[in-house]
Structure formats: C-alpha cells, structure tokens
C-alpha cells in the first residue's frame, strides 16, 4: 500500500528561526511559507531531492500541533507522510484492519495540493502517520 517517503515533518515553536538554522547552518533551501488555516498550520517545505522535510509552525487557536509543542517546547519531530495511490482504498482497508483514521474520516487536501489523511500515533509504532495521494 504505502509507496515512497513523501516529507518527514518536524514541529517548531518558531517557523522563522528554524528556517534560518536550515538555510544558514544546514544549507537548505527553502519553500515559500504556507498558511493552511484549515491543517492550523504554517508550513515550509525543504527540497531533498528524494523526500522533503516539512518545517510547521501553529496557526490559530486550535492548531493540532499545540500539545505536541506544550510536551516539546523546542520541537520535534512531529509525523511521518507515505505516499499512497488511492487514498480512500487505503482507508477503508485500514479502517477494516481497525487502524484509527484521524477527524472525520474524509480526506483533506494538504500543502501539495492532494489529498491527505492522517493515521492515529498509537496504531503506528508511537508514529504519527499522514497518507498523501499521489
Ligand atoms: C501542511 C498540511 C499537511 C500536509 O500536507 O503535510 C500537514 O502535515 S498538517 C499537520 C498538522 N495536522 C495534524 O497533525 C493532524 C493530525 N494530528 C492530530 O489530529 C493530533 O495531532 C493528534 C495526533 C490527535 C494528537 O493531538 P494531541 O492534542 O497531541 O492529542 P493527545 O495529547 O490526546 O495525544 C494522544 C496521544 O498521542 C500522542 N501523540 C500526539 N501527537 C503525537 C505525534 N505527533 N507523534 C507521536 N505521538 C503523538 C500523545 O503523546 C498522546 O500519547 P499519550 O500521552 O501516551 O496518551
Ligand atoms: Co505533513
């Protein structure tokens, strides 16, 4: 089911600080930022090449990364994005194999454009697991 690593996601309490230790200490190139109002995120993507890294920051009152931060006040990171054909024939077989899909079930489209969900941490090896359809 899943294909290639499509981003590993790190959160950070400040996006404008973490883009400068990846410009300047690392040498990355960075997106321009995103803010997607509906994920309660901003979002940078570093280019890699074979994968991406995805750099967030929360947007709003009720972004759901906030606890995530409270237990990591400098970050961390945050899930992991597989790369899937058919994004709703991979839920329902997981949903059958009781796996937990996380909100409402139907996916969202993400910061690339595509649809995406997310899998609950405790189901995946204490790993935050996003879905994208690519
Ligand atoms: C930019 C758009 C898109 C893209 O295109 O790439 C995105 O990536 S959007 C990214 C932000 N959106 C999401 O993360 C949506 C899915 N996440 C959630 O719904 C929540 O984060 C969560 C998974 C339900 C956790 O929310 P939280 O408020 O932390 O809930 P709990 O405190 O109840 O946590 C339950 C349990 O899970 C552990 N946990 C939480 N987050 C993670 C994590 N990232 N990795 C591993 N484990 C995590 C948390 O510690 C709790 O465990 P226990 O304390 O042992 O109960
Ligand atoms: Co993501």
């Known amino acids: 089911m899943i ?7 790190i959160a950070v309490p400040d996006l404008e600080a973490a883009c400068i230790t990846y410009r300047d200490a690392l040498g990355a190139s960075l997106s321009q930022r995103q803010e997607l109002p509906e994920h309660g995120v901003t ?8 994968t991406k890294v995805e750099l967030l920051e929360p947007l709003g009152e009720n972004s ?9 006040p400098t970050g961390g990171m ?10 709703r024939s991979a839920r329902d077989r997981l949903l059958a ?3 937990r899909v996380l909100g409402d079930g139907e996916p969202k489209i993400g910061a690339h454009g595509k649809p995406v969900l997310f899998l609950h941490p405790k189901d995946f090896c204490g790993t935050l697991v996003e879905l994208e359809e690519v």
């Open 97 to 99: 194999e009781g796996a």
């Open 78 to 87: 945050h899930h992991i994005c597989y790369e899937v054909p058919d994004i």
């Open 43 to 50: 979002v940078v993507f570093i280019d890699l090449g074979n």
């Open 3 to 9: 294909g290639k690593l499509n981003h590993v996601a």
């Open 64 to 72: 759901p990364i906030a606890q995530f931060l409270e237990r990591n």
